[in-house]
């Protein structure tokens, strides 16, 4: 299956590590590393959501990843963010309960249950500790935030989302913005969930990186937003909660639909939307999927997820886009004694939540490539452009001649400029191999002809197909194939 090959390769190759620490008894579940691949390839996600952020309108914040308790108290998160869990009497095994209940019953609605709910499923469906067969003990309940202590007795929280702690700010960023609004800000951070058994390997983690940004507006500008008129004409995959698949629409006709209620929100969808395409991810692998507003919390108006298609997960969230009313606003300011009341109302957030390891695994799973090439089987990745972690590798053809010695001069010089590897430790093709594996987009190799002519090979990954390029034209022939401003076939001599 495709999914394996993908998490072999991104463990063998450098991508991904763990779980961790992993030289102790085989790490713990939930926490992984990234490797030298891996963290380029997590850095240029980054980025390019920070950059999608930053240019539609949204200014960076950061704040500090731990909180005292009241102000979980307040965003709702000590009381309610829980999981039920069932213990097993004889073994002590911990089970999510409704993950038990729908690997055993796939069929169970159980989305609208309660714990109780689930709890009678339990005993009704006569479920037993998949492990040792015993009976399970009560549904209870866990709560998914990590504790901690600040100084000797201070009760805190690592945050489980980066969004509360971005809220908080809202008086400063009044200042800040001048008393006008509506105004966006975002946060790039860590973020902590004591998930139980968590076991879609960096698609759920105890510990994740988020970017989440906030558009602070008031109730009577949302449907009069300026921003909308540039992107009314857009069309995005959306599929509505009465809808099983998503159907291309203009914005301005989902307005005109209701199938999407306020203007700011529909630009917020629009930015999720900039932000995956910007990824790289095609078209078709993109949807833009309702929630149903049953499932929706007390306090959300609307609720959007965008979604990739995977091989091993189906269609896979990697950002939400929420409409939270003024609940967070209205909450911060009952538990601080700080009015947030401006222009005599509590402001409405809308926001959308991007998590970073989820979209840096997806482009590695949908950029995974397998073909048949002379009766062998040749795996390789063929990232977007300009989301390869190596932009170019050099080699020298043989270790001797002088030709390692040349290939060294040239790659002191690339590295100035791109990111480069330079390897002498195998036959070409090995390395050739080995490059095609993590995506390298071009290979540079330095043969007895650089000696004579001052040229070398250039071989670009999708077609396999050499060029030569003179030495003192080859940093800018690399620049432009890399950002496919000429073909690669017509930026040397074909060999
Ligand atoms: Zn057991």
């Known amino acids: 299956m495709v999914e394996d090959k993908v998490m072999d390769l991104a463990v063998r190759r450098g991508f991904i590590w763990g779980p961790s620490p992993n030289i102790y008894n085989g790490g713990v579940s939930g926490f992984y590393d990234w490797g030298p691949l891996g963290k380029l390839l997590k850095n240029k996600v980054e980025s390019l959501i920070r950059k999608g952020f930053s240019s539609m309108g949204f200014w960076e914040i950061e704040a500090p990843t731990i909180m005292p308790k009241i102000v979980w108290e307040a965003s709702g998160h000590y009381s309610g963010f829980l999981d039920p869990i069932v213990k097993c009497m004889k073994c002590s095994s911990i089970y999510r309960a409704d993950t038990l209940i729908k690997e055993l019953h796939p069929n169970e609605k159980i989305n609208n249950l309660d714990f109780e709910g689930l709890e009678k499923l339990i005993i009704k469906k006569k479920i037993k500790c998949p492990k040792c067969k015993s009976d399970l003990g009560p549904v209870q309940t866990h709560n998914l935030m990590m504790k901690t202590t600040i100084g000797l007795d201070q009760e805190a929280f690592l945050r489980p989302e980066t969004a509360t702690t971005t809220y908080l700010l809202f008086l400063d960023y009044y200042r800040f913005f001048r008393t006008k609004l509506p105004f966006a800000v975002f946060q790039i951070g860590k973020a902590y969930r004591n998930e139980i058994s968590p076991r879609q390997s960096v698609l759920r983690t105890r510990e994740f990186t988020q970017a989440e940004a906030q558009l602070f507006i008031l109730k009577d500008q949302e449907n009069d937003y300026e921003k909308f008129k540039e992107i009314e004409e857009e069309e995005l995959p959306l599929q509505s909660h009465d809808e099983n698949s998503p159907k291309k629409i203009k914005l301005k006709q989902a307005l005109s639909k209701k199938i999407i209620k306020k203007q700011a929100y529909a630009y917020c969808i629009y930015v999720a939307y900039k932000i995956a395409k910007s990824l790289g991810f095609e078209d078709s692998k993109i949807r833009l999927r309702q929630h149903d507003p049953k499932e929706l919390a007390h306090y959300a108006d609307d609720a959007w997820d965008l979604e990739i ?24 300011s009952e538990f601080s004694k700080q009015d947030m009341k401006v222009q ?152």
């Open 309 to 332: 298609k995977t091989e091993r997960f189906g269609w896979f969230e990697i950002a939400g886009i929420h409409d939270r009313t003024d609940y967070d606003l209205k909450r911060h």
């Open 344 to 495: 005599g109302q509590y402001p409405n957030i809308l926001e959308i939540a991007f998590g970073i390891e989820r979209p840096t695994y997806c482009l590695l799973e949908t950029s995974f490539r397998e073909e048949k090439v002379k009766n062998e089987i040749r795996s390789w990745v063929y990232f977007p452009v300009g989301m390869a972690p190596i932009d170019v590798a050099i080699f020298p053809l043989v270790r001797k001649d002088g030709l390692p010695e040349i290939a060294k001069k040239i790659f002191k010089d690339l590295e100035k400029q791109f990111i480069c590897t330079y390897d002498e430790t195998g036959s070409i093709g090995k390395l050739y191999r080995r490059m095609d594996e993590v995506g390298t987009i071009l290979c540079c190799t330095i043969d007895h002809q650089s000696l004579k002519d001052e040229t070398v090979t250039l071989r670009e990954i999708s077609t396999m197909k050499q060029i030569r390029v003179k030495i003192p034209e080859l940093k800018e022939t690399i620049m432009k194939i890399l950002y496919g401003e000429i073909i690669f076939e017509k930026a040397g001599k074909l060999v």
